[in-house]
């Protein structure tokens, strides 16, 4: 199983809007609504940001949202703030009972 | 709250096996899967497998099959990794987390630091 890829880094200035790509295959990312999202800063465990292509979990900010379309799912933070600079990486369950996650982008604030 | 507690920082040699827990509270243990994910120095994240508590049953990554043994004792809400025949590049911390229905993984344990060096 091929790691999902992600751009392995993207940038804005605080308050801008980014998006960041995670792209599968059929069956990954593209036969299941089972795409979630982590952030993880150094040194710390990850923490999920988005879970099922497009739900945050309760004390996510609404800064945070997701989506799909075919076999690429789609992570958007808007209002960009100092904070949301990290890794963030995609994971999808695949046909083959198993998970697998993306390559990672590292987002830098301007 | 929920949380999961892994076991302290082990330093092996090649070839040997390392064992890593993960002791969950504050919640009913065997109701949910424990997965297993690891991420080597300065590298992105791994999924290496889950062990559903209530059954046993198991599944890994194609990859760590042959190598990777997890168990459970859910007297004591614990989940354990064991990986065998270790090299060099196994050296990474090792996290356990909660498996959230076919989704999502939370919570986090706070990871298990594995060096293999001769």
């Known amino acids: 199983q091929s790691a999902l890829t992600q751009p392995a880094s993207v940038s804005g200035s605080p308050g801008q809007s980014i998006t960041i790509s995670c792209t599968g295959a059929?069956?990954?990312?593209?036969?299941?609504?089972?795409v979630s999202w982590y952030q993880q800063h150094p040194g710390k465990a990850p923490k999920v940001m988005i879970y099922?292509?497009?739900n945050r979990p309760s004390g996510v900010s609404n800064r945070f949202s997701g989506s799909k379309s075919g076999n690429t799912a789609s992570l958007t933070i808007s209002g960009l703030q100092a904070e949301d600079e990290a890794d963030f990486y995609c994971?999808?369950?695949?046909?083959?009972?198993?998970?697998?996650f993306g390559t990672g982008t590292k987002v830098t604030v301007l | 709250q929920v949380q999961l507690v892994q076991s302290g920082a082990e330093v092996k040699k090649p070839g040997a096996s390392v064992t890593v827990s993960c002791e969950a509270s504050?919640?009913?243990?065997?109701?949910?899967?424990i997965h297993w994910v690891r991420q080597a120095p300065g590298q992105g994240l791994e999924w290496m497998g889950w062990?559903?508590?209530?059954?046993?049953?198991?599944n890994s990554a194609q990859k760590f099959q042959g190598r990777i043994t997890m168990t459970r004792d859910t007297s004591i809400n614990t989940a354990y990794m064991e990986l065998s025949r270790l090299r060099s590049d196994d050296t990474a911390v090792y996290f356990c987390?909660?498996?959230?229905?076919?989704?999502?993984?939370?919570?986090w344990g706070q990871g298990t630091l594995v060096i293999v060096s001769s």
């Open positions: 994971s999808s369950y695949t046909n083959s009972n198993t998970y697998v």
């Open positions: 059929s069956s990954d990312v593209g036969a299941y609504n089972y």
């Open positions: 987390a909660r498996g959230e229905g076919s989704s999502w993984f939370d919570p």
């Open positions: 504050g919640y009913t243990f065997i109701g949910k899967n």
């Open positions: 062990i559903s508590p209530n059954s046993g049953g198991t």
């Open positions: 099922e292509v497009s």
